[in-house]
């Protein structure tokens, strides 16, 4: 969310040394570029924004220890607090910045004037900013990237300069074709001097004689509460919470920021559903700015609303689900898979179990020497499967092992044995079954279902039949 900056100082060429003929054309660096001086730091500054920012904090305070509170003046206060704060939520940024619905003159004309209020520069202005923080979200590009840091994504942004040449440029002619909105940049100084002090104080003045209070509480302290919540949709919303949709960017969820921001804390969702009028989609979340839509589109002052298909929101939602799982998968070793083991022949198995501890289960060689002596089936057992093929025992011949035994069992994998009966088995268990076995994930890590181990027998056949 945004404030009015002054005009962009365009960035100039000299030529390089004293000597005209000097060939070498250097660009200037431009001030946004240069690094803080003592001589130059007011440069820097760009002071409308900055003006804009102090003077209601210091005022404010100052007002705070000189003016007793009226309960109707600061009743008042919080409802202006509200009425500005949507004008921007409702108005500036899902109506007029995202087009997430469409309102009738009446509503846009008071959104429009609540919005003012909040001083945060004029619609098509602010519009075009946060269509450049959507379209390049954590760039240089980014108005208020959180990459360059919390104090710049919340005010920085706007007390500084920024290189044009930088500037990530948007497409605003749609907003030219509402008159509300070509008036309101046309005549926004007078317009937000009223809606932000005067309208305020004029309210409480009139209404229940109390002036100043109006000035200091409804006008200025009020606009500092308003300011630094539509900043920290900005700030915070880029810095704490969850990312249940996407996490490429830094947006985020936290209902923390949506209390502040009137329901603009929804934020990882709104990135990723720039043009849906919701910001939080389950009915129990805060999004008072939503409400307000739906109670206008109830009264026939809002239609078109926008809203994405349930089933498409839910992709987005497995999708993230699936990265973090496989993020999970990929920190645990699963052994060696199958296609990197050696191949061997069955009689180089049974050389080779001469030596080693080598027990053969589902065409797969194990070497169980550091398991002997803690298999829970005892030594004894172990030993006698040395150098066979154990296939069946494993699988339920002599106890059907758990799920957990054949992933531990897949730690000691050593080979496999070429066109084992077993290894025949596993590929037909493939054949019927897509997953097992053939699937990796985004890192490339082999997926082992439960129960889908190349060591696991689908169906075992050697039990004798009860008699
Ligand atoms: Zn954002
Ligand atoms: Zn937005």
């Not at 945060?120 to 202005?125: A, C, D, K, V």
């Not at 509480?217 to 949709?233: D, E, I, N, Q």
């Not at 054949?431 to 129960?451: F, H």
Request: net charge positive.
């Amino acid at each position: 969310m945004s404030m009015p900056t002054s005009a962009s100082a365009a960035a100039s060429t000299f030529a390089a040394g004293s000597s005209p003929s000097d060939d070498h054309i250097m660009l200037e660096l431009n001030i946004a570029n240069q690094p803080f001086t003592l001589t130059n730091w007011y440069k820097k500054m760009n002071w409308i924004s900055t003006i804009a920012l102090i003077f209601p904090p210091v005022f404010g305070i100052y007002g705070f220890f000189t003016t007793p509170i009226d309960s109707r003046t600061f009743l008042w206060s919080v409802i202006w607090y509200f009425c500005t704060g949507l004008g921007i939520t409702a108005g500036y940024h899902r109506l007029w910045a995202h087009r997430s619905y469409s309102a009738s003159w009446p509503l846009r004309l008071a959104l429009m004037l609540c919005g003012t209020g909040a001083v945060e520069g004029s619609i098509r202005w602010w519009s075009a900013g946060h269509r450049s923080h959507h379209r390049w979200t954590d760039t240089e590009k980014d108005p208020y990237s959180i990459r360059k840091g919390f104090f710049h994504s919340h005010i920085g942004w706007m007390m500084f300069k920024s290189d044009p040449k930088k500037k990530g440029r948007t497409n605003i002619s749609d907003l030219n074709q509402d008159p509300i909105v070509v008036f309101q940049h046309k005549h926004y100084l007078p317009l937000m001097i009223f809606m932000s002090v005067v309208f305020p104080t004029l309210v409480s003045g009139l209404g229940w004689g109390d002036y100043r209070g109006g000035y200091f509480y409804a006008g200025l302290l009020r606009l500092v509460f308003v300011h630094h919540a539509t900043f920290c949709v900005n700030s915070l919303a880029h810095w704490i919470g969850d990312q249940p949709f996407d996490d490429r960017h830094s947006p985020r969820d936290h209902v923390l920021t949506a209390f502040i921001t009137m329901g603009e804390g929804y934020h990882n969702f709104h990135h990723e559903f720039p043009a849906d009028y919701r910001n939080a989609i389950k009915w129990y979340q805060y999004d008072p700015t939503k409400w307000l839509i739906r109670v206008c589109h109830f009264v026939g002052l809002a239609f078109g609303l926008k809203q994405f298909p349930e089933n498409e929101i839910q992709k987005g939602v497995v999708q993230q689900k699936q990265k973090m799982l496989d993020r999970c998968r990929a920190r645990i070793d699963w052994g060696i898979p199958l296609d990197q083991l050696p191949v061997m022949e069955f009689d180089d198995f049974n050389e080779m179990a001469e030596q080693q501890n080598l027990i053969l289960i589902g065409g797969v060689i194990h070497d169980v020497t550091n398991f002997i002596g803690v298999h829970p089936g005892g030594k004894a057992l172990m030993k006698s499967g040395i150098g066979k093929d154990m296939t069946a025992a494993f699988n339920g011949g002599v106890y059907d092992h758990s799920n957990a035994a054949h992933n531990l069992l897949s730690q000691m994998r050593v080979g496999v044995v070429r066109g084992g009966m077993e290894v025949e088995i596993w590929k037909r268990a493939q054949r019927e079954d897509k997953n097992v076995d053939l699937v990796r994930d985004t890192n490339g890590v082999p997926i082992i279902r439960a129960n889908a181990h190349a060591t696991k027998i689908p169906s075992p056949g050697t039990l004798a039949p009860a008699s």
